[in-house]
């Protein structure tokens, strides 16, 4: 199965979510950069997997890099989707005053039956995350059923695009991270087994992202 229009669909989306939050990133960063994260969270929770504190999330920091495809597990996704099939394209990454943003899309699987798994960390500046999450998650719901994920970040939803596949979506502390699969082997409906990979893609990549 060919990825022509699928990445092309994925961009326009992207775009379009981007810029519905994009004003509201802007005009909460001056609000929060002086003040922790709000959302609630279990007091106990030290590790990412568990939902963090409002301190402890203020307490941690994502890194920017400049491949996000660096944070992949390619261990996790070749065993699931099989061999490695290299990039789609050129990595990305832009840089502006509110945040970095890097993009990457990976092919899996043998030719003529690749699987796609793709990824977008955004690390904000100043401040956290949550007023990008809340603004994507607010046009999100508007055109896709959305499920929530506890104990994953401070926030965390998954949704299937008829499209593009299954995708994940976290908000914790700086970080804004979307991972999705899509492809020959990924774009039936979703099932526990694609969520549960995509999970722990996301942990993987928080992990490998803290400073």
Request: net charge neutral; hydrophobic share 35%.
């Amino acid at each position: 199965m060919g990825h022509d229009r699928s990445p092309r669909r994925r961009t326009l989306r992207d775009t379009a979510l981007s810029l519905t939050a994009l004003a509201v990133l802007s005009q909460a960063v001056a609000a929060c950069s002086n003040n922790p994260l709000t959302s609630p969270g279990r007091s106990s929770a030290t590790t990412i997997a568990s939902q963090p504190s409002a301190s402890t999330a203020a307490a941690r920091t994502y890194k920017a890099i400049p491949d996000a495809c660096d944070v992949l597990d390619q261990a996790l996704l070749t065993a699931t989707l099989g061999p490695d099939g290299g990039d789609l394209g050129t990595p990305r990454s832009d840089n502006n005053s509110l945040a970095e943003i890097a993009r990457c899309q990976h092919t899996y699987g043998a030719p003529g039956a690749r699987s796609l798994g793709a990824i977008e960390v955004m690390t904000v500046k100043t401040g956290g995350a949550q007023a990008y999450y809340d603004g994507i998650r607010g046009a999100q719901q508007k055109t896709d059923t959305l499920t929530e994920i506890p104990g994953l970040g401070q926030g965390a939803y998954r949704f299937t695009d008829t499209q593009t596949g299954p995708h994940i979506v976290v908000n914790d502390a700086n970080l804004y991270l979307t991972i999705s699969i899509s492809g020959q082997n990924a774009t039936a409906p979703e099932t526990v087994s694609v969520a549960d990979v995509l999970a722990k893609l996301a942990q993987h990549a928080m992990i490998a992202l803290l400073v």
